[in-house]
């Protein structure tokens, strides 16, 4: 079954830091972008990192320089560590994947895990 487990989620004060990881099962195929959303209450899901099969990456500005997204091709797992966290980065967090095979393209998500910033 085609899934993605993320864990790594929980309560940190400000300046905290978290690691959040996503594993993709095996029959998860021609993954080319592997990236992390986030979704704060009453607030639409935004990209917080991406990062394709080049090793390029992106993030939002609100991230830059606190968060390094990482994968691993072999092992299909891609990790976001978290540093210096202020209560805006507070949401739930969902891991995303991004699969291409011959004009056949869909994503998978996560289930989200919590992260939740606050004194």
């Known amino acids: 079954q085609a899934q993605l487990v993320e864990s790594g989620g929980g309560l940190v004060q400000p300046g905290g830091s978290l690691k959040l990881s996503c594993a993709a099962s095996?029959?998860?195929?021609?993954?080319?972008?592997m990236a992390w959303y986030r979704q704060a209450p009453g607030q639409q899901r935004e990209l917080v990192a991406l990062m394709n099969n080049s090793g390029s990456a992106k993030y939002a500005d609100a991230v830059k320089g606190r968060f390094t997204i990482s994968r691993d091709n072999a092992q299909k797992t891609v990790d976001l560590q978290m540093n210096n966290l202020q209560p805006e980065d507070t949401a739930v967090y969902y891991c995303?994947?991004?699969?291409?095979?011959?004009?056949?393209?869909?994503?998978?998500w996560g289930q989200g895990t919590q992260v939740t910033v606050s004194s």
């Open positions: 995303n994947v991004g699969v291409s095979h011959y004009g056949d393209d869909h994503d998978y």
């Open positions: 095996p029959s998860i195929k021609y993954i080319y972008v």
